[in-house]
């Protein structure tokens, strides 16, 4: 069963980049069966999709941060990561990476989460 | 691309059902039979519930279901049990490889 875990920094500065990573275990990040993604939940707030990789390296974000992130992948290392630039006290979210099962079209093993509060 | 309609809460008593409405538009729910429900118990990693609008991953108990009219989703959770409060969110593919979520329904169990 594939398992996730993410981890990065919990407090980044307003203006700076955040930077997260997901370590993928029990299962190969090569698999042509799954994409991997980023989904966070503001306080208060449901949740957002950032954006997806394929193993090969292609990249599917939403239109409303893409210019903001970048998702890539290390196969060597069985992770995949996320950064988003220029942050402000809107990014303030806890963040999952997630499985995504083309099979099943829906995001079917998540990690806990990590809580990044952008903050001076 | 805007976030899917769910209610902010919904209640029921034990044994009871209930029903979680997932509203979206043609861009997203009415266009695709991709509507995924997720159960999350705060702290903890999501949990999917049902996929392709309908289906339950194995495990999933049966008393969870799933349907899609037009653009609305539901689930439904027939004899609600106290271990079913929480947080419960759907999802669409809204086209171009890229997916929308809800807003989130806060299920208590009374």
């Known amino acids: 069963q594939l398992q996730l875990q993410e981890s990065g920094p919990g407090l980044v500065k307003p203006s700076e980049t955040l930077s997260l990573t997901c370590t993928v275990s029990?299962?190969?990040?090569?698999?042509?069966?799954?994409?991997w993604g980023w989904i966070r939940q503001s306080p208060g707030k449901g949740l957002e999709w950032i954006g997806n990789?394929?193993?090969?390296?292609?990249?599917y974000y939403n239109p409303s941060l893409r210019s903001r992130v970048t998702i890539s992948v290390d196969t060597s290392k069985s992770q995949f990561s996320l950064r988003v630039s220029s942050v402000t006290a809107a990014d303030t979210a806890v963040y999952f990476c997630?499985?995504?099962?083309?099979?099943?079209?829906?995001?079917?093993?998540w990690g806990q989460g990590t809580l990044v509060t952008v903050s001076s | 691309q805007s976030a899917l309609t769910q209610p902010a809460s919904v209640s029921g008593s034990p044994g009871q059902s209930i029903t979680i409405s997932c509203t979206g538009t043609?861009?997203?729910?009415?266009?695709?039979?991709?509507v995924s429900w997720y159960q999350h118990h705060p702290g903890k990693a999501p949990k999917l519930m049902i996929y392709e609008a309908s289906k339950r991953p194995s495990g999933v108990s049966n008393r969870f279901s799933g349907s899609k009219s037009g653009n609305t989703a539901s689930l439904t959770i027939s004899g609600l049990q106290a271990e079913d409060e929480a947080d419960y969110f759907c999802?669409?593919?809204?086209?171009?490889?890229?997916?929308?979520f809800g807003g989130g329904t806060k299920l208590t169990v009374l």
């Open positions: 997630a499985t995504y099962t083309t099979s099943w079209a829906a995001f079917d093993y």
């Open positions: 043609s861009s997203d729910v009415g266009s695709y039979n991709l």
């Open positions: 999802s669409s593919y809204a086209g171009s490889s890229t997916w929308v």
């Open positions: 990789i394929y193993y090969s390296g292609n990249t």
């Open positions: 029990g299962g190969s990040i090569s698999s042509s069966s799954y994409y």
